[in-house]
């Protein structure tokens, strides 16, 4: 709950504080980002492309249709001397082309639109296949053919910071609320399929460079897909995109894009690891 | 509330001034509403929705007694009558938009979601990760054969027994009050005394027969509230009509009463009008339960 | 008073003492409690709607307050995802609809020359259960379990989880739609049996229309409404399986249940502010609204396309590429009808004499804010381009954008509009040029920046983020901030007008149409008693 005694004075402090630190924002983190990252697979710069193409769209109308407003307002004010022409209230022909030329213009812009979605939805010829759990508040990894499976969590010193009274001033956390304890890993070049269920309630799995959005839901099993670009290997950051509760916010996401032969080697490693524990905690039970 | 004679004229629109029945009626919702979180958090006993209910009741009988005495005073014009009119038409279309979302719910089951469980469409990872062996069909209880006996079965209740019988009760009891109707307009009050109460008499025959039909599925069927999307659907459904039936039924039996008492003439009945449209919008909902609740 | 002549048809007959014929009920719990006038009505909705903005704006101050910096400050966030829950449930339940409706009972009766509403008991009833149901909903504030805190749209299974406080919320929903759908009866009754005679449908005010078409809306799907949450009801407490696939049933049918009421109640919430709109920039254009005809086929196309564009706020949900496609389109078709709206007030504007008095001013800023939340939520009808939008805070700057400048600047338009009709004074002018200039800017600084921090990445319902968000999230609550002081300006100027202030005429506004002009300025308690005649009618028809 709210504390109410020292909300107001934290307020102040906050709105000072705020303030200063704004103004010595530290070169670190990407400040005032504007707009979309353009990611890093092909469907990512599609989608890049067509929001790039239907917000100039939405421009050229807003420079349009606001230009026609202001050119009435400044023009026609009585102020100015303007007489009203009261005979101007209707006018089948321009209402006909004001309408279809915004039918056009949707038509244009449904065009690729619907292409790129087609080709979204084409989850065939995945290489690789990787169940992946969501719980309030982490993930699960299973790489279904090569029996490796674990948790992904916050990591741990951006979950000390984020504590109420933490006392930690969070913009000296590396990657403060954006980094976990296991990535994801993931060999590049690959087309790689994610199927996606949780055990609780519904989450969402969202990494923006991947433009990859689709919920988990409990009972259902989504498919989603990416491939990232050979020369694109590097580590790649999201955050659940679906209000699960009170941690919501802190079940972020971090894909490590690998060659596809690191991928390879990390993958063995793992799967020896992980067979390893299992026998010896099936013989240490028996 | 005085009435002066001087103003019933048929020509004015009748506009009520001030009456204590509406901010009765909200505490009454208030209450009744209280009780039920009480009840449902388990804050107190059933007994909880005792004085909402009474005041509600208290409400009720008292706008309604407002109404009907001004009514027979004359106050209301034609115009009056037209906007009674239009208002229980619309209240009725809320209604089916209210059942509408349940047998939205019955469709999206059936047609969607228990096929999707059992790998339907793009869902082909559903049975190979999550529910394998999943036998999907209609009547289910899920995949994980949620409500029904110890073992997850359960059995329905075949539309060819009672609900057709049920059926055949309400059609008829529609034809009833079309009689009454009929012979309203024509001024026999007899055979409209006699048809109105036929009608309510087999709205709570209906009732009582649905309510032997619940405790059959309860005791011998397995088919209860908790028994999967079944169970949801179908008593979600068939338990919002019965409460509707009720609720008609008891409205033909108050306006049978004001029948007895002389009220109603053939020309304006505006009152027994409203609880036959709205017996008829229950007899709709219940063919089309019988459709695709019970039949098909 | 103007001049009217008695007509057969309509007069009035009062229920109670022929004293009063003409002024209120005496006794404060006979006019305000129990009573029937439609403008007493109208003014207790208005004030409710108003209490309630300042009560989700002071939660919206909070939840700014707490995304001022990142890293956790002030509240729990279990307690803020309730600060957010309860922010959008008050908002657009307590403020906007009832806002609404509370113009609409103070303006149709007047501007369709009817004595009253057509049903006035029902009216007063659907306002009293409005402080009841806001009594549940924020009682969860009160509880040991919290308030709500799964979202606005109470997404099962999360809301499921809920403690306490989720029967409360359930039935404040309840009651809230009983409200709604009684209030949308009255209206419909009244402008389908009430209007003058010589009022043909086509010669209604576009408010009568607007809310017309609102009416039927909410009579359609409030009730779906009121489905919706009752079976999340039976699925907390009574083992019932709609939403949980174990059972057969499937959480996202939640969601499709409740946005087929959800979208169409968008529009519920910004229809009635295209109304108002049409009205006022004609009178301050000193020009007829262009196109009446097609602005009446424009807002019932736009009610009809809600009904079937619903999942376009489940694109992620993995629908099939069919219903993607459905959905998108139809989305997009929406922007025609909504466009042949904007285009038809900008030819209003075109060769006319403009003044920019407060009203004209919030339709102006309407005209231009509405229109870019209108153009952000084409983008969001893109389905691939939405996988990255969704649920960021660039759908929180989308829906701002049609709700605060949209449907408040609406409201506050309105109220600026025919307020001088209410009280009889006006009020101060100067003020209220304040409050929109400073309002106008505000909101930019305050909604704009959510933009790019949506597009940069951050989630909503968050209560903290990444540093990188830090900057933009700053500028927004400082505009925040100040868009929340300066509301203070609206009641204060409402309230110095009520008290007095320069008479107002009867026309108030120089070249205004319309029967609500013809009446004197307060207009009298009972108005209309008999119906206006042809020839006052043909003077205040605007087309
Ligand atoms: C007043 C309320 C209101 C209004 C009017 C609208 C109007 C529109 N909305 Fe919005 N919307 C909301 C309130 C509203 N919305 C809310 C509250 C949510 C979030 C709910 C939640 O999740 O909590 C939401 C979310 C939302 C989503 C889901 C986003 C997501 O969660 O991923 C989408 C997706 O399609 C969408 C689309 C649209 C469209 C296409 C319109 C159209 O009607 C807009 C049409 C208008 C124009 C286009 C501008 C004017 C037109 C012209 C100048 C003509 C020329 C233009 C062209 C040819 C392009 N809205
Ligand atoms: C009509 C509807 C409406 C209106 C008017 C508003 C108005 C505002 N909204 Fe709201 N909002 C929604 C509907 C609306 N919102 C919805 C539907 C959601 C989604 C919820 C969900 O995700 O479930 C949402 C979510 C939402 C969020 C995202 C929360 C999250 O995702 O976690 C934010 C964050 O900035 C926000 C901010 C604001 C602000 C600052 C205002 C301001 O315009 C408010 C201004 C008003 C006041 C401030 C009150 C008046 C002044 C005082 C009380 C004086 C005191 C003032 C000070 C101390 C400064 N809103
Ligand atoms: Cu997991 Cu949000
Ligand atoms: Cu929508």
Redesign the interface.
């Known amino acids: 709950m709210l504390r109410k005694s020292s909300t107001l004075t934290a307020a102040l402090t906050a709105l000072v504080g705020g303030l200063a630190s704004a103004l010595a924002a530290p070169a670190a983190h990407a400040a005032w980002a504007l707009n979309m990252p353009p990611g890093v697979t092909a469907m990512s710069q599609r989608i890049y492309g067509l929001h790039m193409t239907i917000f100039w769209w939405c421009v050229a109308i807003a420079i349009a249709v606001f230009g026609v407003m202001i050119y009435s307002l400044v023009k026609f004010r009585r102020s100015v001397g303007a007489v009203p022409d009261s005979t101007l209230v209707h006018s089948t022909k321009v209402e006909i082309i004001w309408t279809v030329i915004p039918v056009i213009i949707l038509v244009i812009m449904a065009v690729p639109a619907a292409r790129t979605l087609i080709q979204l939805e084409d989850t065939s010829n995945t290489e690789l296949t990787v169940k992946i759990t969501a719980y309030q508040w982490k993930w699960q990894y299973d790489y279904l053919d090569q029996g490796v499976s674990y948790f992904s969590t916050l990591a741990r010193d951006s979950d000390a910071a984020r504590q109420l009274e933490s006392g930690t001033d969070v913009f000296t956390v590396p990657h403060y609320l954006l980094n976990v304890d296991h990535p994801f890993v993931v060999p590049v070049g690959t087309k790689v399929r994610l199927l996606l269920t949780a055990q609780d309630v519904i989450h969402a799995w969202w990494v923006p460079d991947l433009a990859v959005k689709k919920d988990a839901i409990p009972g259902f099993v989504n498919e989603a897909w990416f491939e990232i670009q050979a020369d694109k290997p590097g580590l790649y950051r999201g955050q659940c995109a679906e209000l699960c509760g009170r941690d919501h916010g802190f079940m972020p996401i971090v894909v490590d894009a690998r060659s596809k032969e690191d991928f390879a080697a990390w993958i063995k490693a793992q799967a020896a690891e992980q067979k390893q524990a299992s026998t010896a905690l099936t013989r240490s039970a028996g | 509330?005085?009435?002066?004679s001087d103003?019933?004229?048929s020509?004015?629109?009748?506009?009520?001034?001030?009456?204590?029945?509406?901010?009765v009626?909200?505490?009454a919702?208030?209450v009744l509403?209280?009780g039920?979180?009480l009840f449902?958090?388990e804050w107190a006993s059933a007994w909880a929705f005792l004085p909402g209910a009474l005041i509600l009741a208290f409400m009720f009988f008292g706008?309604f007694a407002t109404v009907i005495n001004?009514n027979e005073a004359g106050?209301f014009n034609l115009?009056v009558d037209?906007?009674?009119r239009?208002?229980m038409m619309?209240?009725i279309?809320?209604?089916v938009?209210?059942?509408?979302?349940?047998f939205?719910?019955l469709f999206?089951?059936r047609v969607?979601?228990?096929p999707?469980?059992a790998g339907a469409?793009?869902?082909i990872?559903?049975p190979?990760?999550?529910?394998q062996g999943y036998n999907p069909g209609w009547p289910?209880?899920?995949?994980?054969k949620?409500?029904g006996f110890e073992d997850g079965s359960f059995s329905i209740i075949p539309a060819f027994g009672l609900p057709a019988i049920n059926t055949m009760i309400l059609l008829t009891s529609g034809v009833t009050i079309t009689i009454a109707h009929h012979a309203l307009r024509a001024g026999k009050r007899n055979i409209l005394t006699i048809f109105l109460a036929a009608t309510f008499l087999l709205g709570f025959l209906f009732v009582g027969l649905q309510a032997e039909e619940y405790g059959e599925a309860y005791k011998e069927l397995g088919l209860?509230?908790?028994t999967?999307?079944?169970?949801?659907?179908f008593?979600?459904l068939t338990g919002f009509h019965g409460l509707h039936v009720t609720i008609g039924a008891i409205m033909l039996l108050i306006i049978w009463l004001r029948v007895v008492r002389g009220h109603f003439t053939p020309g304006r009945h505006f009152g027994f009008e409203a609880v036959a449209w709205y017996w008829h919008f229950v007899d709709v909902v219940w063919l089309g339960l019988f459709v695709f609740v019970y039949w098909i | 008073m103007a001049e009217h002549a008695h007509t057969a048809h309509a007069g009035v007959t009062h229920g109670a003492d022929h004293d009063a014929h003409h002024g209120p009920a005496h006794g404060f719990i006979q006019r305000w409690v129990m009573g029937t006038n439609h403008k007493d009505i109208g003014t207790l909705y208005l004030i409710f709607a108003c209490v309630m903005f300042f009560i989700g704006g002071t939660m919206a101050m909070i939840i700014r307050l707490e995304l001022f910096k990142p890293g956790l400050q002030f509240v729990d966030p279990m307690f803020f995802n309730s600060m957010t829950s309860m922010h959008a449930l008050v908002m657009i339940f307590g403020a906007v609809m009832p806002a609404w409706v509370g113009l609409a009972n103070w303006m149709i009766p007047l501007q369709v020359g009817a004595p009253d509403m057509a049903l006035p008991r029902m009216n007063n009833f659907s306002f009293w259960l409005l402080p009841f149901a806001f009594t549940l909903l924020l009682g969860t504030l009160f509880i040991p379990s919290g308030a709500p805190a799964g979202g606005w749209t109470l997404y099962p299974p999360l809301s499921l989880q809920g403690g306490d406080s989720f029967p409360m919320a359930i039935f404040a929903i309840h009651l809230m739609g009983a409200s709604s759908i009684m209030g949308a009866i009255n209206v419909i009754v009244t402008l389908m049996n009430m209007r003058a005679p010589g009022m043909t449908l086509l010669r209604m005010p576009m408010f009568c229309w607007t809310w017309l078409i609102t009416a039927y809306l909410l009579i359609l799907v409030m009730p779906v409404l009121a489905g919706a949450v009752t079976m999340l009801l039976t699925d907390h407490f009574f083992g019932t399986s709609f939403f949980s696939a174990a059972g057969g049933g499937d959480p996202v049918m939640y969601q499709h249940i409740f946005w087929f009421f959800g979208h169409p109640e968008v529009y519920i919430l910004i229809l009635p502010a295209f109304g108002i709109v049409s009205e006022i920039i004609p009178t301050f254009a000193r020009k007829p609204l262009f196109g009446y005809e097609t602005m009446v086929y424009a807002t019932a196309s736009i009610g009809f396309l809600s009904f079937i564009v619903w999942a376009h706020h489940m694109f992620t949900v993995g629908m099939p590429l069919a219903g993607q496609m459905f959905f998108m389109l139809t989305t997009m078709l929406i922007a025609v009808p909504t466009g042949v709206k904007v285009f038809n007030w900008t030819a209003t504007m075109w060769k006319g004499s403009m003044t920019f008095e407060p009203p004209m001013l919030f339709a102006i800023a309407f005209l231009f804010l509405f229109s870019i939340g209108g153009f952000s939520g084409l983008m969001l009808a893109i389905v691939p381009a939405d996988f990255q939008y969704q649920d960021t805070y660039f759908v929180v700057a989308h829906f701002h954008y049609v709700l605060v400048p949209g449907s408040i600047f609406g409201i506050m338009g309105g109220v600026y509009y025919w307020l001088p009709k209410w009280t009889g004074n006006m009020y101060n002018q100067a003020l209220a040029k304040w409050h929109f200039w400073l309002s106008a800017i505000f909101v930019n600084v305050l909604f704009f920046p959510q933009h790019f921090l949506g597009l940069a990445g951050m989630p909503r319902r968050i209560p903290d983020y990444a540093t990188q968000f830090a900057d933009w999230n700053l500028v927004s609550s400082i505009g925040g901030f100040g868009f929340g002081l300066v509301q203070l300006l609206f009641p204060l100027c409402i309230w110095q007008c009520v008290r007095g202030g320069e008479r107002a005429t009867d026309k108030v506004w120089e070249s205004a149409h319309g029967l609500e002009w013809e009446l004197p300025s307060p207009a009298p308690y009972h108005s209309w008693e008999t119906a206006p005649s042809m020839p006052v009618i043909a003077h205040g028809a605007s087309h």
């Open positions: 509330m005085s009435i002066k103003t019933h004229d020509n004015t629109y009748y506009i009520p001034h001030g009456s204590p029945w509406p901010i009626g909200s505490v919702l208030f509403m209280w039920a979180v449902l958090n706008w001004e106050l115009q037209k906007s009674f239009m208002g619309w209240f279309i809320s209604e938009m209210f059942f509408a979302a349940f939205g719910a999206y089951a969607l979601s228990v999707w469980i469409g793009t869902k990872f559903n190979l990760l999550l529910w289910t209880n899920g995949p994980a949620v409500g209860k509230l908790s999967g999307i079944y169970g949801s659907t008593f979600m």
